[in-house]
């Protein structure tokens, strides 16, 4: 493999990681408030219906954004609800908002469309384009390095930059502020918080409704910049996999972003290297597109040792009287 294949392949890895960054740090504030939440997946493919429609129909991708994102914490409210304030299953409440959002996206796409369960292809300003950075082509010439700024870090879309930047604001949010010092210890003690005069309810809602949008964002970005338009089931299971990245983080966000990269590179190998002929045995399609999800399983079961998630997590609050 030489170096130009290496950068290529990088390039697709940072493509690839930005959904999953984006929803599995939404689970990471979710989780850490003691709210289980397994319906990232429907989240996310309800913001990117929603986006790529309204992006079709306006001719607006910043509009279609705010749709895929008011869609989004739409869900979470509901997840919210059912968890929080009626203090339902929060597996069951997440299940029913996947299901929900997989119907829901393909009925109404065929209802607005007519296109078989998808939207029209996005084109000019229905899509997010790259981001040229400064100096990028002047610096392109340089070796090594050049190749590295102008074609790995530069020329991304806008919510490339967005999900990593805002994995350092997660970490400073979460362990340098008084609002995340609450989050955290309501994840692990809610009575010890409530105790302390501060709405257990609120903070737990909070956390939700930042879910909300940061699935909303990682929606947006897969039918609007990743890809031209929604098109069924387009998520693919990135929901859980990024629930899978949590868990072998730890909970944690600078080990949730190389969690992300790490299987965003398992994704980028198996669509770069399809029909692999091994001596005379040829690996099929099918295999290498199972890779990254198999590979998820083996790293989980094998290698994230003793995860422990935060202790009130999937139990819902009841205040003493």
């Not at 209802?111 to 790259?130: E, H, N, S, Y």
């Not at 991304?156 to 989050?183: E, K, M, N, Q």
């Not at 399983?297 to 139990?315: D, Y």
Request: proline share 4%; glycine share 10%.
């Amino acid at each position: 493999m030489d170096f130009d294949t290496i950068i290529q392949v990088l390039d697709s890895t940072v493509r690839l990681a930005t959904p999953l960054l984006l929803a599995c740090l939404a689970g990471l504030y979710s989780e850490r408030s003691g709210i289980f939440d397994i319906g990232l997946e429907g989240k996310m493919l309800a913001a990117a219906f929603f986006s790529a429609a309204l992006a079709a129909i306006t001719g607006s991708v910043w509009l279609g954004l705010l749709a895929g994102i008011a869609a989004s914490l739409t869900l979470s409210l509901l997840h919210g609800l059912a968890s929080i304030t009626f203090r339902g299953n929060q597996l069951i409440s997440g299940v029913a908002i996947n299901f929900l959002a997989a119907g829901m996206t393909v009925l109404i796409a065929q209802d607005w469309f007519q296109q078989g369960g998808r939207t029209p292809a996005l084109i000019g300003a229905g899509r997010f384009t790259p981001v040229e950075l400064p100096l990028a082509q002047t610096l392109s010439g340089v070796p090594v390095l050049g190749p590295v700024y102008a074609e790995l870090i530069s020329g991304h879309s806008i919510l490339v930059y967005v999900a990593f930047l805002a994995v350092p604001a997660t970490w400073w949010l979460l362990f340098r502020t008084r609002f995340g010092l609450r989050l955290r210890a309501v994840g692990e003690n809610p009575a010890a918080v409530d105790t302390a005069g501060v709405s257990v309810i609120g903070l737990r809602y909070a956390a939700v409704m930042i879910c909300g949008v940061l699935c909303g964002i990682a929606g947006a970005y897969l039918a609007t910049a990743l890809q031209a338009g929604f098109v069924k089931d387009m998520t693919a299971g990135r929901g859980f996999i990024a629930l899978a990245a949590l868990i072998f983080a730890k909970w944690r966000p600078w080990q949730a972003m190389w969690a992300c990269l790490l299987f965003g590179l398992l994704q980028a190998i198996a669509l770069r290297y399809q029909n692999i002929d091994l001596g005379g045995i040829s690996i099929p399609v099918q295999a290498m597109d199972a890779l990254p999800y198999i590979l998820t399983v083996v790293i989980l079961a094998g290698f994230v040792g003793k995860a422990i998630p935060p202790r009130a997590g999937g139990e819902p609050y009841v205040k003493e009287r």
